[in-house]
């Protein structure tokens, strides 16, 4: 097939911009018709940008976005384009995808640290990490697909927050190139660095409103030499939430994960015409997929399996399978990250929320009773990294759009009531921004705005996403 340049033009831009994007980017580099398409596609909705870039540096990422400030023309960075609520929508935007920023540019096993540009997948970032004998403790879903940049816009978490902290707590230091081209660079891989403002939280969780990060300096681990794992069973939500704190006392600080599963989800994913075998008896009230790392096999095994029989004694636990062997650890995480199964509830809306441990139960409790009350007979399923308040909630709805809105608006509500976050970890993006004000205040609210028209005033940074119009912040009080 005919090659494509880094710069593909779909709409209708000045002559000066596109002489100025072709120059930015250089020579040309060889992408046929496949890839273009590839490219355009997503896990949400990515738009009709009038032009999509494709830079190799930061150097390059600077003279487009210099080039687009000048022309007043917005800015949509593109990552892995996993993202779940439209974050990466650009039209009417130059789409700039950092897809050939993959490198690797420094591992140091002293330090314990990694600076990696944005557009590497966290899966070649670990298994980069793993080569060092350092483990890089970020884990999702979308390891293979998610980039470094996409898990520093959307402060993503994934399966080990418990012990490891959110993607913020990872990020050592970064590069961004801001609205206006500005290159700020703050890659000091320093754990304290108390030197007035850090920069770098402003770009982690904002979703590329801010700027568009390119590097990234990385917290790593020494790797673990043991792991192990445990599917287990519960009587109820408040025996789980006690299971939990027990074993964190048990295992002295290696906890890694603690998912809880509901048995809506359980017997979806591991019904006979499921791919994932059952492993425990369905009809059970809950399940929890539990998991620990340390540094030495024999002994943590023997502490893991001692802290299970003393919960089960207790009688925390109703039933347990150990893995004896990776495979059955492997096993026990496909059942828990099994999205093909849940997908036979589409269409559906699905929901990634956050609230206390202790207001889990009421809060599914009320969610029961509003589906029922008012759309008898929805299904749902219901997942999460529980040990850190993490649900994600997929339910049952029509094609309709305005059917999908108002079951999101109502469980928004619910969240709101409960003091929960309407977003856990995957971010605001455009499509969850007019519930903003469900988990922030109208003074918070009205803070970012003034950070976002501080460093972004003619709003051409990923314009529309995050943040509530700020027309619309008078209707919700602010």
Not at 13 to 35: C, S
Not at 386 to 400: M, R, T, Y
Request: charged residues 20%; glycine residues 10%; contains cysteine.
């Amino acid at each position: 097939m005919a090659g494509l340049p880094d710069v593909k033009i779909e709409g209708q831009i000045t002559p000066e911009l596109r002489h100025a994007l072709i120059a930015a980017i250089g020579g040309k580099h060889g992408l046929d018709q496949e890839e273009a398409v590839d490219l355009g596609t997503g896990w949400t909705d990515l738009g009709r940008p009038f032009a999509l870039v494709r830079p190799a540096s930061t150097d390059e990422v600077f003279r487009c976005v210099k080039a687009c400030h000048a022309a007043a023309v917005p800015v949509v960075p593109w990552g892995g384009k996993t993202g779940l609520v439209s974050g990466a929508c650009a039209d009417n935007a130059v789409a700039v995808s950092l897809d050939r920023m993959t490198g690797i540019v420094e591992i140091d096993p002293i330090d314990c640290c990694m600076v990696v540009e944005a557009g590497c997948t966290i899966q070649t970032a670990a298994e980069a990490a793993e080569n060092e004998g350092l483990l890089l403790p970020l884990d999702l879903g979308s390891r293979g697909s998610a980039t470094i940049g996409d898990t520093i816009s959307t402060n993503a978490g994934g399966n080990r927050v418990l012990r490891f902290g959110m993607m913020r707590d990872m990020v050592l230091g970064l590069e961004a190139v801001l609205a206006d081209g500005t290159i700020l660079s703050s890659l000091r891989p320093l754990m304290k660095n108390n030197t007035a403002y850090d920069l770098k939280h402003l770009f982690i969780g904002a979703e590329g409103t801010l700027g568009i990060v390119t590097r990234a300096a990385i917290r790593l681990r020494p790797a673990f030499q043991s792991r192990n794992a445990a599917l287990v069973s519960a009587d109820s939500f408040a025996d789980l939430a006690r299971l939990l704190r027990h074993v964190e006392a048990g295992l002295g600080g290696q906890l890694s994960a603690f998912e809880a599963m509901w048995p809506d989800y359980y017997d979806l994913v591991t019904k006979p015409s499921a791919r994932n075998r059952q492993i425990l008896p369905h009809g059970r009230a809950f399940y929890a997929l539990i998991e620990a790392m340390g540094s030495d096999f024999d002994a943590d095994y023997q502490r893991f399996e001692q802290t299970l029989a003393q919960a089960m004694e207790q009688g925390l636990v109703s039933d347990a399978v150990i893995a004896q062997s990776e495979a059955d650890v492997a096993a026990m995480w496909a059942v828990r990250e099994d999205g093909e199964q849940v997908s036979q509830l589409s269409p559906y809306v699905a929901l990634d929320v956050s609230l206390r441990l202790s207001r889990i139960a009421q809060f599914v409790t009320r969610l029961d009773a509003l589906l029922e009350g008012s759309w008898p007979g929805t299904r749902k399923a219901i997942f999460g990294h529980v040990g850190d308040g993490n649900l994600h909630l997929v339910i049952e709805a029509s094609d309709s759009s305005e059917h999908q809105n108002e079951i999101t608006k109502a469980v928004f509500e619910l969240v709101g009531e409960l003091d929960g976050s309407i977003s856990a970890e995957h971010g605001i993006g455009r499509d969850k921004r007019e519930y903003l004000h469900f988990s922030r205040s109208p003074e918070e609210i009205q803070a970012m705005w003034k950070i976002k028209r501080a460093l972004d005033p003619l709003n051409l940074m990923n314009p529309g996403k995050t943040l509530p119009p700020a027309d619309a912040l008078a209707e919700n009080g602010a």
